[in-house]
């Protein structure tokens, strides 16, 4: 069973910047699509940002455009998201995602059903 996990969540303060890792446990999936999903408490997951297999498509939330951004490093089986300019609203449960088979090696889907395998989630608080 494929393993991912994410780390490097905690409290911060608004406007501080913070970076996330994720990583799989098997090389193949090198091939599958990543992303970040958030949820906060009461609310549903919600797609942050993503690469594709092919890794040429990027994509973010419109709330995070200009804030986040994605590094996979080639085919690696590591993910970072790194944070800047950290919002309250951005508080929630971040997961990393794989999807294996997301239709085209350019796609990246926001609907976290299709979503193969999933970590345990890393906590990131934004404090004011």
């Known amino acids: 069973q494929v393993r991912v996990a994410e780390s490097g969540g905690r409290m911060v303060q608004t406007g501080d910047s913070l970076t996330l890792s994720c990583s799989a446990s098997?090389?193949?999936?090198?091939?599958?699509?990543l992303a970040w999903f958030r949820q906060a408490p009461g609310k549903s997951r919600e797609f942050v940002a993503g690469?594709?297999?092919?890794?040429?498509?990027?994509k973010y939330n419109d709330s995070v455009k200009g804030r986040f951004s994605i590094d996979r490093p080639g085919r690696a089986n590591t993910m970072s998201l790194r944070m800047t300019s950290l919002r309250s609203e951005d508080t929630a449960t971040y997961y990393c995602?794989?999807?294996?088979?997301?239709?085209?090696?350019?796609?990246?889907?926001?609907?976290?059903?299709?979503?193969?395998?999933w970590g345990q989630g890393t906590q990131v608080t934004v404090s004011s």
């Open positions: 690469v594709s297999q092919s890794g040429r498509r990027l």
């Open positions: 098997d090389p193949a999936l090198g091939r599958a699509a």
């Open positions: 995602a794989l999807d294996y088979n997301p239709g085209t090696v350019d796609s990246v889907l926001v609907d976290p059903a299709p979503w193969d395998d």
